[in-house]
């Protein structure tokens, strides 16, 4: 068989563990997506547009470490360019990969549909730079492999989105064909003398130190560091806390853990634990205006250090190029109080049960709350379950459950981009087929993506949607009211029948009472062939009291006074 430049492409996707690919058909990246199929180890996905594409793949990467969407030229690639800053920020190596121009048009002075209008072709990987860890060009086929390589390869050792453009005449160009990959590293490596100069400081800083406090930071996952933080709480044996974009990155069955630390919105006990503590040990932490709420939790000073990816900053010093995981794995054999305990396991400590979010069950036939709704939700959550909450009190709400081992949430705090969790909980089911997938979504944000609901129907996806119909982004409600807040209302539920179409097996239903959310649920668990849509109706000042405290303080943050000089 001649190989060509998109089998060398689709070849090193599979071998980078890739089963399936998203992708939005255009008449630049046709012949690209010819290639991807012949490899039949590649799946081809498709999706209603590219935003929704790019975040697709976002989801897949959560659910498998990398991902691939497949746009075309120009407008597709701008489209998911919102989707690839959002990779980039979450820290996942997803791969958007455009179909480009002839090859023969570069220079030429042709001006191509799919552009301003201009002869600059090149804008598309100009843009792509700024939120991508490497870009290139392919014009050519035999520079493809090696510039495919290097895109792959960086996306995986820094877990950042890379891009890729290959000319609509070069996919199907002749290429030889790729060898193994071990090659591609997933993560990157440490100066040993760095690594072992980090070491000394933080034993150092510790001594003597007997309030200590770990606080995990939503960067931990992309890290490859969740288990060796594990292997240090049992060896400092002391209490664990996380930021809100951090939940499930660490069991909340371990002895240590002590729950949320989001300033004044923190589980009880939690801010006291944090900010009374004489040495506090942020694992890979993202201290933005959010996580510290307005800038009013945001752990600094002598008595904190800050262990990052690849970074340590401990005691005044900072020493680059420490990896995470193994920085964590060491620091925990030279602190083990249990030295009998073989290097890189956990000490043999007893579970705790999850705390878990179990109200009074309201009345059967009262006006469905937040609260009922979550009580419900909290008897779903199993070990194998992935929860995807979308930006606004489904962060909040999410807060409020507990996690049995094992169990995953899913939340895209940093980028924040409403409607963000429809195509992503769609791209995570299909990486991961075998776990349940819940997905919270407010009405507001649920307009922006609502199409790839379709597509979960037709890959017939067992997912259970709870539509919260508020009317209204409450979210921005609690920050600053005003008439923009307030949308054109559906009949969510209804649209299950138009995703149907007469062939599919989604299923909409309506849930105003507890007694008819629990109805809807036993219904959505039965529901195997396709996803299943609750819209569950509560008033619009039900919300958590979390969001309102938060919603006030960052408020008068965004309101801060010009500063003048």
């Known amino acids: 068989m001649t190989y ?34 012949k490899q039949p180890a590649l799946e081809q996905v498709y999706c209603c547009n590219e935003l929704n594409c790019g975040f697709a793949a976002e989801g897949y990467a959560r659910a498998r470490g990398a991902s691939a969407a497949v746009v075309t030229f120009g407008v597709g690639t701008i489209s998911a360019m919102n ?47 700024e939120v991508t860890c490497a870009a290139e060009m392919i014009t050519d086929a ?8 290097q895109v792959l390869r960086r996306a995986l050792r820094e877990q950042k989105p890379g891009f890729l453009s290959i000319a609509c005449n070069i996919a199907n160009a002749p290429c030889p064909r790729p060898g193994a990959a071990g090659f591609l590293p997933h ?6 003398a760095s690594l072992t100069a980090a070491l000394d400081a933080c034993v150092a800083w510790l001594a003597g130190k007997e309030k200590v406090v770990l606080l995990v930071g939503s ?30 990155f660490f069991p909340e069955t371990h002895p240590g853990f002590r729950g949320l630390y989001w300033g004044a919105v923190s589980d009880p006990g939690a801010q006291e634990l944090v900010e009374n503590a004489d040495a506090v040990l942020c694992l890979a932490p ?67 049960p999850p705390r878990f979010f179990a ?13 009922e709704m979550m009580r419900q939700i909290q008897l779903l959550m199993t070990p194998d379950t992935t929860l995807c909450a979308e930006t606004g009190d489904s962060w909040f709400n999410a807060q409020r459950l507990g996690l049995p081992e094992g169990a995953r949430v899913e939340f895209e705090m940093q980028w924040g981009h409403i409607g963000w969790s429809v195509p992503s909980c769609f791209g995570n089911a299909m990486g991961s087929p075998e776990r349940r997938h819940l997905l919270m979504v407010g009405d507001g944000s649920f307009q922006l993506t609502a199409q790839e609901v379709s597509q979960m129907v037709r890959e017939k996806l067992p997912v259970i949607i709870f539509l919260i119909n508020n009317r209204g982004y409450v979210i921005e409600i609690a920050i600053h009211d005003g008439p923009y807040n307030y949308i054109k209302n559906w009949d969510y539920a209804g649209l299950m029948e138009v995703f149907n179409a007469g062939e599919g097996h989604g299923l909409g239903l309506h849930a105003a009472t507890g007694a008819e959310l629990e109805a809807a649920i036993q219904r959505a668990c039965a529901n195997t062939q396709g996803p299943t849509l609750i819209e569950c109706s509560i008033e619009r000042d039900d919300c958590t009291q979390t969001l309102r405290q938060w919603g006030k303080v960052v408020a008068r943050t965004n309101a801060r006074p010009p500063h003048i000089s």
């Open 187 to 192: 993560l990157r490596d440490s100066d040993p």
């Open 359 to 371: 109200p009074l069950p309201a009345a059967p036939e009262a006006r469905l709350t937040n609260d």
């Open 83 to 129: 989707a690839l800053a959002g990779a980039y920020a979450e820290n996942l190596p997803v791969i958007v990969i455009a179909g480009g121009p002839n090859s023969n048009d570069h220079g030429s002075g042709h001006i191509l549909h799919h552009t301003p209008g201009t002869t600059d072709l090149g804008f598309e990987y100009r843009m792509a730079r």
């Open 286 to 352: 993202v201290f933005n205006d959010y996580s510290t709420v307005g800038w009013t939790a945001w752990p600094k000073g002598p008595h904190v250090a800050c262990l990052d990816s690849e970074r340590v900053t401990v005691a005044g010093h900072t020493f680059d190029r420490v990896a995470l995981a193994p920085f964590l794995d060491s620091l925990a054999a030279r602190l083990n109080k249990h030295p009998t305990t073989p290097p890189g396991e956990p000490a043999a400590t007893a579970k705790q």
């Open 219 to 248: 960067r931990l996952r992309a890290a490859g560091a969740q288990q060796a933080a594990i292997h240090l709480a049992d060896a400092l044996e002391c209490p664990v806390t996380i930021m809100a974009a951090a939940k499930s």
């Open 4 to 37: 060509t430049v998109g089998m060398y492409l689709a070849e090193r996707l599979t071998q980078i563990g890739i089963a399936h690919h998203f992708a939005v058909a255009g008449d630049y990246n046709l012949v690209l997506l010819d290639e991807l199929l």
């Open 142 to 149: 035999a520079s493809a492999p090696a510039k495919i390589d």
